[in-house]
């Protein structure tokens, strides 16, 4: 059983989310919805993964890209990077601190596990569902995207389909951020 740490993120705080330019809504969490992600299973509720900053965000494409043939610097990418604002007075669990981690069941090695794996979506999406249940709206986690968890996500779990997420400055291409 979990007992989450609850965490008030501060209002108008800005989140970066990596998206294909050609994606018709990057802020739909509907996507991680059907397919599932670190903390959703498949077919089970929105979802919308950010990064707390451009460095996370750098690191999650080279993540994404583990295993094929090009990095990031290689790539004449559809990347871009959309600045976003998430409703006012959100509560999620905390996945950051040594105490936060451990009242989820995890390691405190996050993301890395006591073998020196990488701690599998299998462990997460169920502590993710747990806190969706909880009535917490997300996750803020160290990165799976960082081998030494330095970097920062959230997993936000809107509260209902009029809760959405918004812009709050262009587009940035990946030639800008990368």
Same mark, same amino acid.
């Given at each position: 059983?979990?007992?989450?740490?609850?965490?008030?993120?501060?209002?108008?705080?800005?989140?970066?989310?990596?998206?294909?330019?050609?994606?018709?809504?990057?802020?739909?969490?509907?996507?991680?919805?059907?397919?599932?992600?670190?903390?959703?299973?498949?077919?089970?509720?929105?979802? =919308?993964?950010?990064?707390?900053? &451009? #460095?996370? !965000?750098?690191?999650? %494409?080279? /993540?994404?890209?583990?295993?094929?043939?090009?990095?990031?610097?290689?790539?004449?990418?559809?990347?871009?990077?959309?600045?976003?604002?998430?409703?006012?007075?959100?509560?999620?669990?905390?996945?950051?601190?040594?105490?936060?981690?451990?009242?989820?069941? =995890?390691?405190?090695?996050?993301? &890395? #596990?006591? !073998?020196?794996?990488? %701690?599998? /979506?299998?462990?997460?999406?169920?502590?993710?569902?747990?806190?969706?249940?909880?009535?917490?709206?997300?996750?803020?986690?160290?990165?799976?995207?960082?081998?030494?968890?330095?970097?920062?996500?959230?997993?936000?779990?809107?509260?209902?389909?009029?809760?959405?997420?918004?812009?709050?400055?262009? #587009?940035?291409?990946?030639?800008?951020?990368?």
């Amino acid at each position: 059983m979990i007992d989450p740490l609850p965490e008030r993120l501060a209002d108008n705080r800005r989140w970066f989310r990596v998206a294909d330019e050609n994606w018709d809504d990057p802020l739909d969490p509907s996507f991680a919805q059907r397919h599932g992600g670190r903390w959703n299973p498949p077919d089970s509720f929105p979802t =919308l993964y950010l990064n707390e900053d &451009i #460095d996370t !965000a750098r690191a999650q %494409v080279g /993540h994404m890209l583990a295993g094929w043939p090009a990095d990031p610097e290689d790539l004449d990418a559809p990347f871009v990077l959309v600045t976003v604002a998430l409703p006012r007075n959100q509560t999620v669990a905390d996945a950051v601190t040594d105490e936060g981690l451990e009242r989820l069941g =995890l390691p405190i090695t996050y993301p &890395i #596990d006591a !073998a020196g794996s990488e %701690v599998r /979506h299998s462990a997460c999406r169920p502590i993710g569902a747990a806190v969706k249940l909880s009535g917490l709206r997300g996750v803020h986690a160290r990165s799976a995207a960082t081998a030494d968890g330095s970097g920062r996500e959230l997993a936000w779990f809107p509260a209902r389909t009029s809760s959405k997420a918004r812009r709050v400055a262009p #587009d940035r291409p990946f030639d800008d951020w990368r």
